[in-house]
């Protein structure tokens, strides 16, 4: 499709790779970070299940309010 730019969908702080090597990504301090909040029985900071369900809490309520349907 003209004008798609997969360069574009996304600014990232990191240059990614089409080689599919996945070394350069942040899934290593992703994954502790989850891991200890397991170990410590909290949520994830801004990314738990109550920040989600209040996202799409909101993402809703703008929908049915929008009256587009």
Known sequence: MGG???GKWSELSMK???S???SDHPYQSQFEAFF??????????LTSLTDAL???EVIFKADRESGFK
Do not use: I
């Open 4 to 6: 798609l730019n997969k």
């Open 16 to 18: 990614m790779l089409d």
């Open 20 to 22: 599919g090597d996945v």
């Open 36 to 45: 200890q909040a397991l170990e410590k029985g909290r949520d994830m900071p």
């Open 54 to 56: 209040h996202t799409h």
